[in-house]
């Protein structure tokens, strides 16, 4: 057996274990409700005048008017009041909610993201 006999043997099993090792190590997500939070996670909002924009599926809503697009709201928003995006329910998506955020904050706005805070009458249903 010649050198690069030996040294193509080493190359092939430094290979198959760089394959094994990268089975062995998997990733993985907690699954979570985008507009609830656990304790500790939550500061208040304590502006004077924030304009409160709740994201449905399909639609923006800000002081009782929708709009199908984050350019038609964006017309209408205040430039300096902050803007705190809340979800109308559960079944708004991540994505969506992540869309409304950076067409407004492509618009210079300070835009937050609103949580309702998880309550104890609310843990103890999901623990059911």
């Known amino acids: 057996m010649n050198y690069k006999s030996f040294i193509d043997i080493l190359f092939i099993i430094l290979l198959a274990t760089l394959v094994m090792l990268t089975q062995s190590v998997q990733l993985g997500a907690v699954d979570t409700a ?49 803007v705190l995006l809340v979800t ?11 869309h409304v955020w950076s067409e407004l904050r492509d618009r210079d706005l300070d835009v937050k993201l609103g949580a309702r805070p998880r309550t104890a009458r609310a843990n103890s249903q999901e623990q059911h």
């Open 88 to 98: 109308a329910d559960t079944d708004v998506s991540h994505h969506r909610v992540m």
């Open 34 to 82: 985008l507009t609830t939070l656990g304790a500790g996670g939550i500061s208040p909002v304590s502006a004077d005048d924030v304009q409160i924009v709740i994201i449905r599926q399909d639609e923006v809503e800000l002081d009782g008017t929708t709009w199908k697009t984050c350019d038609e709201l964006g017309k209408v928003i205040r430039p300096n009041d902050p």
